[in-house]
């Protein structure tokens, strides 16, 4: 058979069409995009030629336009080298680089409708994103996704159900407070039909994967992964129908170009995962904010241990004075401080603070129809006019951030929420906190005066139940690689003293890492005064001079729910800590060669559980044994 030369070169690039590949600035991960013989697009992910992510789905499906089936793949663009440089005072790393290799595959359909998908590929991961653009169709309204993350039957998981809209205390649910599920089998189905939440971890052979998402900049809404993973195929998921703003909108959809958020794919060694930038890396860059009033800092909090009694005058100023003591730089103020204290004892506490050199951070309920509970302010923040009018109040009475608690979800509008406090916010120069509320995904990069979010199960369910408290050294042990890998968390750690009816279970040294692992740019400690009292003076000096941001961190050891080992650098000191949830003594030894020869001291579990000791530690091979629900901080200056 004669192939004129025209033909020859035509099947060439048919054939490049329907395979077409995009490597790593380093070339050891590898990214394939492809039409299957049923017109359908799939992906696959190599690490050092090794399948990671096997061929997985990929497309959209909008109000009269499918983008999921009958499609053809056009020749990609020419790849494009990216690069970014950021600095963010809130995280594991102060000044970041990011560089990327950057591809678009433009997609058609049988219909003419296209789409373009901008993949790119880093030496920590893969990210992806959808934009559809053109006129048609007119109005771009998301109805669901197909894009699929597929593993080996080998490989195994860490991941988070997630809750079920308007259940749970005063119908507060979902908060992405569930606990993990260490290391099932992949494909094995969430306990709640809401599925599973970001960030998901994956380990497939010798390379890990965390899953998640970035770049919400309010017109998208937030997704998970389905409950159910059949054959080891997970699917993005969207929200359930009652996470709204009161009569808003569920799905994202737009007159103009639709652009979904990043769908990021972090892989490689645990030390990769953990060092890795990527949930930054993909997020917008930075709003304008006045950088003086961008303050990471450490905070006394009453709550924790003494809940809505001691939302009282006299009890607030003993924690000023409690933060003053500490050399801490803010006290929260909870829920009720309306009702209990009132606005203008509120800034006659804020002066007060002030002539201290602490600040004062006040509480609100964001929620309007959308759960059941009672506390106040309640309803303040609903509207632009709202916010406005009352964070102009609270700057005018010296507070510093607002904590705004009991979100509703994850739908556009609720995302358009979140996004619409920050921007208000910060045109006030007020830092966030947010509560009860859904991950951030990236937000503190776009929005600096976001300091934290829960999104967790943080130490206040500790308090709760003893059931709670029993599981708490697996659940801590799970966070650095899951929930705080790429966001700010306000867990709300370390306590050393008792915790009212409960039999607390970690050591004092385990609670004492908590300040050192969990990242959080206000860092709300849990423990009284009185708590504070029993630790010796070296660790309250420790505790004193800790640093309130971090410039570059790094992986030592650990494992997912047993142990964590993490080196973080501020100026030329450096911290590193670990913790041990076993039942059983655990020794590591730490690699600690970047310290030279230095000197260092180590904090870290005396004769009994409520017992510290300090010893000399030097770098280089550095061997420490953890005590069961123990922990240490070792501090090289």
Do not use: C
């Not at 949930?279 to 924790?304: C, E, N, R």
């Amino acid at each position: 058979m004669y192939i004129s030369k025209h033909g020859f070169f035509l099947m060439l690039s048919l054939a490049a069409a329907q395979a077409q590949a995009l490597d790593s600035p380093d070339q050891r991960i590898g990214l394939k995009v492809e039409l299957t013989p049923q017109q359908t697009l799939v992906y696959s992910i190599t690490r050092d030629a090794k399948p990671v992510v096997l061929a997985s789905s990929l497309g959209l499906q909008l109000a009269g336009a499918d983008l999921t089936h009958a499609l053809s793949l056009k020749p990609a663009s020419k790849v494009r080298p990216v690069s970014d440089h950021y600095e963010m005072a809130v995280g594991k790393k102060r000044k970041i680089s990011y560089r990327a290799n950057e591809q678009v595959f433009p997609v058609q359909n049988a219909a003419g409708q296209t789409m373009d998908l901008i993949f790119r590929v880093s030496n920590d991961g893969v990210a992806f994103r959808y934009v559809v653009k053109g006129a048609e169709p007119a109005r771009k309204q998301f109805i669901s996704e197909a894009t699929g993350f597929t593993f080996a039957p080998a490989a195994t998981a860490w991941l988070q159900p997630m809750s079920v809209a308007q259940t749970g205390w005063s119908d507060t649910n979902p908060s992405y407070e569930e606990h993990y599920q260490r290391e099932v089998a992949v494909g094995t189905p969430s306990l709640s039909k809401a599925g599973w939440v970001f960030p998901a971890l994956f380990k497939s052979g010798d390379t890990w994967v965390a899953l998640t998402e970035a770049g919400m900049d309010g017109s998208f809404h937030a997704s998970r992964l389905q409950a159910k993973a059949p054959n080891a195929s997970y699917r993005i998921g969207s929200p359930m129908d009652a996470e709204v703003y009161t009569g808003g909108k569920l799905l994202a959809e737009s007159s103009a170009d639709l652009v979904t958020p990043w769908r990021i794919i972090a892989l490689g060694s645990l030390a990769t995962l953990v060092e890795s930038t990527l949930g930054t890396d993909l997020a917008a860059p930075a709003i304008a904010f006045d950088k003086a009033k961008v303050k990471p800092g450490h905070a006394a909090w009453s709550w924790a241990l003494l809940k809505d009694d001691a939302t009282v005058y006299d009890v607030q100023k003993k924690f000023i004075d409690y933060a003053a003591d500490m050399h801490w730089d803010y006290a929260l103020i909870d829920a009720d401080w309306d009702r209990k204290i009132g606005y203008e004892k509120i800034k006659e506490l804020a002066a007060y603070a002030a002539t201290r050199k602490v600040g004062v951070l006040v509480w609100y309920n964001s929620s309007g129809a959308w759960n059941k509970t009672a506390y106040s302010p309640k309803g303040a923040l609903l509207t632009r006019e709202q916010r406005v009018r009352e964070f102009a109040r609270l700057k005018d009475m010296g507070i510093k951030g607002v904590k705004v608690d009991f979100f509703s979800g994850d739908g556009a509008s609720m995302i358009g929420y979140y996004v619409g406090i920050l921007k208000d916010a910060a045109a006030a120069g007020l830092l966030v906190n947010f509560h009860g509320a859904t991950l951030p995904r990236g937000w503190a990069r776009t929005y600096p005066n976001l300091m934290t979010a829960e999104a967790i199960r943080g130490l206040e369910f500790t308090t709760f139940e003893q059931k709670d408290q029993d599981l708490v050294a697996r659940h801590v042990a799970t966070i650095p690689f899951t929930r705080n890998l790429f966001d700010p968390m306000d867990y709300t750690p370390m306590v050393f003293g008792d915790i009212p009816k409960i039999r607390r279970v970690t050591r004092n040294g385990f609670e004492l890492a908590e300040s050192v692992l969990f990242l959080s740019g206000i860092q709300h400690f849990a423990d009284t005064p009185e708590g504070m009292a029993s630790a010796p003076a070296y660790v309250k000096a420790l505790l004193q001079e800790l640093p309130r941001s971090w410039d570059a961190s790094k992986f030592i050891d650990g494992y997912p729910g047993t142990h964590a080992v993490i080196a973080r650098q501020s100026g030329k000191a450096w911290y590193v800590a670990g913790l041990n949830a076993d039942d059983t003594p655990r020794t590591v030894t730490m690699d600690l060669g970047f310290l030279g020869k230095r000197k260092g001291k180590l904090i870290s579990d005396g004769k009994t559980e409520r017992e510290f000791t300090e010893s000399e530690i030097s770098g280089g091979q550095a061997v420490v044994t953890i005590e069961p629900h123990g922990g240490f901080i070792a501090v090289f200056k």
